[in-house]
């Protein structure tokens, strides 16, 4: 962050590297172009703040029309209790594995650059949504121009690797450059809450949490060695999994994975007197509050909320009454009180 910005500026910013939602994320790109302080100094910042609002705004008026820009969106709006999305060189398997895991049915070629546009899909893990979004395959050869529109939402990815095909080293080699020249960054460590992990220095870094899949496990002996051997190479620090969609080699462990990884906590909510809604829980990370709950059971609700009451799994009786900072863990069950 450049020096001398003001207070309104650093909130605005801080608010965006938080935001999840593209038209939030809209709302305060404007907002920090509007609370910049205008000089010399901060000539470059207005100016990629300017880019970021321009190519937001494109992707959210909806369908394009004509020409080169034409096609399906590239910003997926997230779903579900997180958004993953499938990083991989050509042909690596990520068409397939999205199939495997969410039923999508996205495209698999046998020939590099089959996967065009994003894809979303919907991983179940118990009675949640992981959302899992297809995307085309990053190389030099063949760039993808929206790819940090795509990936700017995100809460992680799955980078697919194919380590039975010997140019895989200098294929992660290559994607790493490519995504670096777009400043998104793939680092080892999740966040399992709801602290996100940013630059300080530069708002529109994306640090992405990254977990290597080695997919078609079923094609090589030795593959931890193997992904040890990619991973010292393409200087990755990131966790791996190893995957067959063929044989289904370590398919079920994934979605239970990124639930933990992600810090998925689900609280299920109650009317007085009525049993509690177990059916579709409330998603939040580890470390949210009473009150992100009430937001996301509505927007007004918020304001006017008094307190809750709260159950821990296994509890019965009149159960505790909380404040709106209390925080939440898996299972809960609240009673809003207005
Ligand atoms: N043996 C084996 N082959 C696989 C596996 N997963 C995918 N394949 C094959 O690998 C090829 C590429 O698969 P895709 O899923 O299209 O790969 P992709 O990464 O989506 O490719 P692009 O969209 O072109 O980047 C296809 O011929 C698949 O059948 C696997 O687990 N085992
Ligand atoms: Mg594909």
């Not at 919907?122 to 992981?130: A, K, L, S, T, Y």
């Not at 990815?157 to 294929?171: I, K, Q």
């Not at 177990?278 to 470390?287: H, N």
Request: contains cysteine; glycine residues 8%.
């Amino acid at each position: 962050m450049p020096t001398n910005v003001t207070p309104e500026y650093k909130k605005a910013e801080a608010a965006y590297k938080r935001a999840r939602e593209p038209r939030e994320r809209l709302d305060l790109l404007r907002e920090m172009l509007r609370t910049v302080p205008k000089h010399k100094g901060t000539e470059h910042l207005q100016a990629d703040i300017k880019t970021r609002i321009k190519e937001l705004t494109e992707e959210l008026a909806g369908p394009r029309k004509t020409g080169a820009r034409s096609g399906p969106p590239t910003v997926i709006k997230p779903d579900g209790a997180g958004q993953v999305v499938l990083l991989g060189p050509p042909n690596s398997g990520k068409s397939t594995l999205h199939d495997v895991l969410t039923g999508s049915h996205s495209a698999a070629g046998a020939y590099p650059f089959t996967t065009q546009f994003p894809q979303p899909g919907m991983i179940r893990v118990d009675d949640v949504g992981i959302q899992l979004v297809d995307l085309p395959a990053i190389s030099s050869q063949h760039p993808v121009p929206w790819i940090a529109n795509a990936v700017q939402q995100a809460d992680g990815a799955l980078l697919v690797v194919d380590v039975s095909h010997p140019g895989c080293v200098a294929e992660v080699v290559d994607l790493i450059d490519v995504l670096a020249a777009r400043k998104i960054r793939l680092i080892g460590s999740w966040p399992e809450g709801n602290e996100r992990s940013t630059d300080p220095e530069d708002p529109f870094v994306i640090l992405l949490p990254t977990l290597v899949v080695a997919a078609k496990a079923d094609l090589v002996d030795e593959i931890d060695a193997e992904l040890e051997a990619l991973c010292d190479l393409a200087e990755l620090d990131v966790p791996v999994h190893a995957v067959s969609a063929e044989d289904g080699e370590g398919i079920e462990g994934l979605g239970p994975w990124l639930f933990e990884a992600l810090g998925v906590v689900r609280v299920y909510t109650k009317i007085p007197g009525k049993p509690p809604d177990l059916g579709r829980p409330y998603t939040v990370r580890l470390g949210d509050t009473v009150e992100r709950v009430a937001v996301l059971v509505h927007k007004d609700f918020v304001e006017r909320l008094k307190f809750a009451r709260l159950w821990r799994p296994g509890e019965d009786g009149a159960g505790r009454q909380v404040g709106r900072d209390y925080v939440v863990r898996d299972g809960d069950v609240l009673e809003l009180h207005a």
